[in-house]
């Protein structure tokens, strides 16, 4: 069975850091565009991040995240990472991984992040 499990969510104050994980089971993450999406209540899911097969960031990340996320890959461990610095309340959501192969895409079941005083 293919799966992506994402883990490190949880509940911070802000101006704290986050780092989430996407682990891979039964697929070779490191043959897949991988992206980190997130989606607040009542907000549609977001685009936040993404690193190709090669460990290059693919896009201009969203001004909201922008020089306070960043994504990374270890293929050794099979696992794309989201490191998340000074959390802003607004960052509060679920956390998605989906990986993409042309017509080919999984998703992981999510993980809460919670950034409140």
């Known amino acids: 069975q293919m799966l992506l499990v994402e883990s490190g969510g949880g509940l911070v104050q802000p101006g704290g850091s986050l780092r989430l994980s996407c682990v891979g089971t039964?697929?070779?993450?490191?043959?897949?565009?991988i992206k980190w999406h997130r989606q607040a209540p009542g907000k549609e899911r977001e685009l936040v991040a993404g690193i190709t097969t090669f460990g290059i960031p693919t896009l201009n990340p969203p001004e909201s995240t922008k020089d306070r996320f960043t994504i990374s890959r270890d293929n050794a461990k099979n696992t794309v990472y989201l490191q998340m610095n000074d959390l802003k309340p607004e960052d509060t959501g679920v956390y998605y991984c989906?990986?993409?192969?042309?017509?080919?895409?999984?998703w992981g079941q999510g993980t809460q992040v919670t950034v409140s005083s």
């Open positions: 989906n990986a993409a192969r042309g017509l080919t895409n999984y």
């Open positions: 039964g697929l070779a993450i490191e043959n897949f565009l």
